[in-house]
């Protein structure tokens, strides 16, 4: 029975083919365990979505640096990354048997170029322009000072006294605003004082009016005296003249602060 089984499947054509688990599959149709659900192709063109264009970017960036370490281990590599994202964010590589510089220095040498060269006359440029503004500018200065002024056209001169009239006018008007912002300061600065000197000569007339207290009658003008040094906060006032009433109230002492 055997060999009848073996002679039935040589007789099967060719073109069909028996699956180890018995199962007729035509030539076309891949076995299961050989099918891979693979990713299918994406079109290469600007993601318009931004949020998918971050991530898109935040994954293939770190696939890119993962290759570069790869790269600089596997294969003694020197590699240099430099990334910048839509956020102009830098993400940059570099091995670490070497430097960027390094690098640019390199391809210079090969590529037989200079990459500073265009950077550096930009540069000069730069300069020249700078040191044209500053020489203008010293030169105006000069002149507003009245130094200077051979060779100086008449619309010149009229431009030129037609801006320090305009800067005169702006000086006198800072000038007569601080004048006026000093005045009602010192203004403010009377009154309080005022307030203050008024306040101390009613709590000295209400002591002198206090039968326990009064100023010493020395004669003279040393009573006004006592009273206008009490007035202007004197610390060291005066003559008073306090009942001993603790005492039994017997005669009275002079009191003077020292």
Not at 33 to 53: L, S, V
Not at 130 to 157: A, C, P
Not at 158 to 182: G, M, N, P, W
Request: proline share 2%; aromatic share 6%; with cysteine.
């Amino acid at each position: 029975m055997e060999t009848s089984f073996s002679s039935s499947l040589l007789s099967f054509p060719s073109r069909i083919k028996i699956h180890p688990t018995c199962y007729l599959l035509s030539p076309q149709t891949k076995p299961l365990w050989r099918r891979k659900m693979g990713r299918g192709k994406i079109e290469i063109k600007r993601i318009e979505n931004q949020t998918n264009r971050q991530v898109t970017y935040s994954k293939r960036r770190n696939g890119i640096m993962k290759k570069a370490q790869e790269l600089t281990v596997l294969c003694d590599a020197k590699v240099s990354l430099i990334m910048l994202s839509s956020n102009d964010k830098l993400h940059e590589y570099t091995s670490p048997t070497t430097t960027t510089k390094n690098i640019y220095d390199l391809y210079q040498k090969s590529k037989d170029t200079d990459l500073w060269s265009s950077h550096f006359e930009r540069m000069l440029e730069e300069l020249k322009k700078q040191k044209d503004i500053n020489h203008r500018l010293n030169r105006e200065i000069r002149q507003r000072l009245g130094q200077d002024l051979n060779g100086v056209s008449f619309e010149e001169l009229r431009r030129l006294e037609l801006k320090v009239f305009a800067s005169k006018e702006v000086i006198r008007a800072r000038k007569d605003h601080v004048i006026k912002t000093s005045t009602e300061t010192f203004r403010k600065k009377i009154k309080n004082l005022e307030q203050r000197h008024n306040g101390l000569l009613l709590d000295l007339r209400a002591k002198c009016e206090d039968p326990h207290y009064g100023l010493v009658d020395n004669g003279g003008d040393h009573v006004y005296e006592s009273e206008m040094a009490l007035a202007n906060g004197a610390s060291n006032l005066y003559a008073f003249r306090h009942l001993n009433l603790h005492d039994g109230g017997f005669g009275s002492k002079d009191l003077r602060l020292a």
